[in-house]
């Protein structure tokens, strides 16, 4: 099995894992996480979904967190990152809506 690096959710630090599906580096980003996440009453899996939808808009709960220092240089790539991310998901829906009228006109078969 090959080694990945992905970000932790709560502490935003790189970790090096053999499972994709993990999410936090350490027990103490595990129970901060998990204690954050019982205050806001959520579910696990409700928990990690509104940090996600927290960091699309560049805030955490985790004050340390690198999304929440606009002189970070990790959060200026972040940044970037998803502005490039939604631009490039912006053209794309748009060529496919091109697409599907050249479809519907007949010039293209499928």
Not at 53 to 76: G, I, M, T, V, Y
């Amino acid at each position: 099995m090959s080694e990945i690096t992905k970000p932790c959710v709560w502490c935003g630090r790189l970790m090096a894992t053999q499972r994709s599906s993990k999410k936090l580096c350490s027990a103490q980003c595990h129970n901060k996480y998990h204690y954050w996440r019982a205050k806001e009453q959520l579910t696990n899996k409700g928990g990690f979904g509104v940090l996600k939808e927290l960091l699309s808009k560049f805030r955490h709960p985790n004050k340390n967190h690198p999304s929440n220092d606009p002189s970070n240089p990790e959060r200026l790539a972040y940044e970037i990152e998803c502005l490039a991310w939604r631009s490039a998901t912006a053209e794309l829906k748009a060529l496919t809506a091109v697409i599907e009228g050249l479809k519907q006109q007949g010039h293209i078969e499928v």
